[in-house]
C-alpha cells in the first residue's frame, strides 16, 4: 500500500468516528465532505467533539441544586456560627447573636455550678465538651445545699454570717463585753 492510500484509510476510520460519535454532529450526509478535509483537520474535529463544549458545562452549572445538595453545601461552609450570621439580615442576625449570647451564659453558669457541687467530678474541658442538654441532667442530680440549723443561722457552708442566739444568751455576752471595757481603762 502507498502512503497516500494509508492516508485515505485512515482518514476514513476518522470520518467513521466523527458519524459515530454521540457528541457529534455530523451524519451520513456529511461523510464525502469529512473524506475531503484531510487527516489533520479529521484530528481536530475528533478533539474537538471529544471536549465537552463550553456550553454544555455551563447548562450543568445552571441546574438547581436538589434540597440535599444545597443543604449539604450549606452545612459544609457555616458550621462556624459568625460565618452562618453573615448570611441572615441584619435584625434576625442581632436577634440570633442575642439568643447565642445568652446560650453561652447559660451554659457557663451551668459548668460552674456542676464543678461547685463536684469539684472532683468532671473537669471543666468535658463539660464544655457536652451538649447543653446533657449539662441540664447533670445539673438535675445535683442536690441543693440546705441550712437546717436552727434559727436559719449560717449559710450552711461556714460563711461569714454570724449565727442568731437567744434573746439572754446576747444580754450576758454584752454585759460580759462592757465588764471587759471596764477593766481594761
Request: glycine share 6%.
Amino acid at each position: 500500500m502507498s502512503d497516500k492510500d494509508k492516508q485515505v484509510v485512515t482518514c476514513q476510520e476518522k470520518v467513521d468516528a466523527l458519524i459515530k460519535s454521540e457528541h457529534s454532529t455530523f451524519t451520513e450526509n456529511d461523510r464525502e465532505w469529512l473524506g475531503t478535509i484531510g487527516d489533520e483537520y479529521a484530528d481536530k474535529l475528533i478533539a474537538m467533539q471529544a471536549a465537552p463544549a463550553p456550553a454544555e458545562k455551563e447548562e450543568k452549572k445552571d441546574e438547581p441544586l436538589s434540597k440535599e445538595e444545597a443543604i449539604q453545601a450549606l452545612t459544609a461552609t457555616l458550621k462556624d456560627p459568625k460565618k452562618f450570621l453573615e448570611i441572615l439580615p441584619d435584625d434576625i442576625a442581632d436577634s440570633v447573636r442575642s439568643g447565642l449570647k445568652l446560650n453561652e451564659e447559660r451554659r457557663t453558669n451551668m459548668i460552674a455550678a456542676i464543678r461547685e457541687a463536684e469539684p472532683d467530678g468532671y473537669s471543666e474541658e468535658e463539660l464544655k465538651g457536652r451538649k447543653t442538654d446533657e449539662l441540664e441532667m447533670l445539673i438535675k442530680y445535683i442536690k441543693p445545699q440546705v441550712n437546717y440549723a436552727p434559727l436559719g443561722s449560717g449559710d450552711g457552708r461556714g460563711g461569714d454570717v454570724e449565727p442568731m442566739l437567744p434573746t439572754d444568751v446576747q444580754a450576758e455576752i454584752a454585759a460580759n463585753e462592757q465588764k471587759k471595757q471596764k477593766t481594761a481603762e
